[in-house]
């Protein structure tokens, strides 16, 4: 039953995506980051509805008049280029034919970015679109939560398996990261029943998140609180969700969860945390050692013999910076970093252009999460290898789109730099 509704809902939606090819961009979403595919049992459980959504889609926006517009900005200069880079590193990889596999699915991911780019260019369309990366992961956050409430945080929280957020660890990340969209969506909406749901979905999501028992999690979210807090235009609501979290955490959550997360002050002697660090010291050197890393999917036996103090202790690298690091060197990393420093830059250009203009009050609000989200993502990310993560990706996009549109409303000040011969000049 449950693959018959999946199927009768995304293929009978085919046809409107060929006419409305933001449709499919909004399912392409959901299929994404809710994976309802992955829940089911049957025939739909292997399906490659993806695939299927994305070429309609795509031909759609090649036969339909519906607006499209190609944001060039720095970010995604510099994202081509990133691409471009991992094109050139899967040659020179240690497993040429498993970094191939990866580099591919990694295309298809940005083939999908991009394409979100150019669907994106109105203010409503950018509002459906976080509401459904929010109601897709929501849907685990408030599921998580209520789990860990009705089990007392025993069981840990995890996702779908075989997709980006099936560990426990990759849930929390994605959670961290969707509850400041939630918070955006809470601070727009004018309906009362609504408002309150998204209230109680931000609590259940951070449970969820702590009920993951990701012990990055909880760091994550130590730190987004505290960034949370400051880009709040509401900051007494924002407290008081605070508050009511660390309250709701701490009702329930056991004696074992607490002790699992003090061991995070003595990783000297846990093997997971020793683990992580030996790879990523094999990151380092391999890097080091090679211009253009190791390519994807580098962590095997050979590469751990030749360049990890520990040689026997084979992990994967678990951090965003590391894995980065390892496989596409540290003009990878430089240009990943760069992508995350301008997405930061750009949202906090969109704050100061909106000001006190009610008008922007959304893109204020939007550009001041998805800051939130960013940290999330780096921080949650640093103990986690999510680098190909899509939703940083399209987190980027939406930063891009946003700001082009208050810069279309007349409204944005571009920050200036100094020439060499002294002269401001304009920079985007």
Known sequence: MRDLLVACIVFGSLPFFLKRPFWGILMLAALGYMNPHRLCYGFMLSMPVVQIVAIFTLVGMLLSKEAKRMVWSREIVVLLCLIAWMGLTTTQAFYVDRAMDQYVKVLKIQILTFMTLLMLTSREKVHLFIWVIVLSLGFYGVKGGIFTILNGG?????????????????????????IPLMRYLHLQEKRK????????GMVLSTLAAVGTQSRGALVALLITGGI???KSRKKLASAIFIGLSIFVVALVMPESWYARMNTIQSYEVDQSAQGRINAWWTAANVARDRIFGGGFDMWGPMVFQRYAPDPTNVR??????????GE??????????TILSMTWLKCGAVIRAAGRNADLAWARDLAAMVQVSVIGYMSAGAFLGLAYFDYAYHLVAVAVVVHHLVHQAGSVTEPTAVTAQGTPSTVR
């Open 154 to 178: 025993a069981y840990r929280v995890q996702g779908p398996m075989g997709t980006f957020i099936g560990g426990n660890n990759e849930m929390a990340l994605a959670l961290v990261m969707t």
């Open 193 to 200: 029943f609504i408002k309150i749901g998204l209230a109680a």
């Open 228 to 230: 949370f807090w400051l």
């Open 316 to 325: 994967d690298v678990h951090s965003i910076y590391f894995e980065m690091l």
């Open 328 to 337: 596409q060197g540290f003009i990878g990393l430089a240009m990943f970093l």
